[in-house]
């Protein structure tokens, strides 16, 4: 009975071992070397027109007596194109919202929004914009916090400068430069 008992526990153990190992024909997680990417793109904020690209879907009863818009909220799906003209090649949209932060004396937006880029090298994948945008300043800088696809592990910045702003239609052109650490 001994012998039996030796023999049960034994083959148990080395089960569980054999368990409990690496599988050899599983790659190690690897993200490969590091790089910097440039992306330069123009955004187009689109108030009127037959397709608008923003919609306000909520505001504070205030709202429409701050000199700020303080408490907007605006959802955005504005195209994306390489160059300044709404009619030059697409290569993405940003996809999210800004609200109206700031109740003092210049407008100061509170910006969440994804690139998804739609056209190239990356196609299918997105980065994560997030930060203060102060449109009445020459240039503004948000963080990027993420990113899939081309864009793991993203991290880096975007600076936003307006390139045109349309003061009877609030229509708005901004160039993006996007400095973008990933794998």
């Not at 100061?108 to 190239?120: C, D, P, R, S, T």
């Amino acid at each position: 009975m001994g012998a039996k008992q030796f023999l049960t526990t034994t083959t148990l153990i080395l089960l569980l071992v054999l368990a409990s190992t690496e599988n050899p024909q599983e790659a190690p997680f690897c993200l490969g070397r590091e790089k910097l990417t440039h992306l330069r793109f123009y955004w187009h904020d689109i108030f009127t027109g037959p397709n608008p690209t923003l919609v306000q879907v909520a505001s504070a009863a205030s709202t429409n007596t701050s000199k700020t818009n303080f408490g907007a909220v605006t959802v955005i799906d504005d195209p994306l194109t390489e160059r300044p003209e709404l009619t030059s090649k697409l290569i993405g949209r940003a996809q999210g919202q800004y609200i109206y932060a700031s109740s003092k004396d210049a407008i100061g937006l509170a910006m969440a929004m994804n690139f998804v880029f739609v056209e190239g090298k990356y196609n299918g994948s997105t980065l994560m914009v997030m930060g203060r945008n102060s449109p009445l300043l020459r240039v503004r800088e948000m963080a990027v916090v993420g990113g899939s696809g081309r864009f793991r592990f993203a991290r880096g910045y975007a600076q936003a400068s307006t390139y045109n702003f349309d003061n009877v239609t609030l229509n708005a052109n901004v160039e993006y430069n996007v400095f973008v650490l990933h794998y």
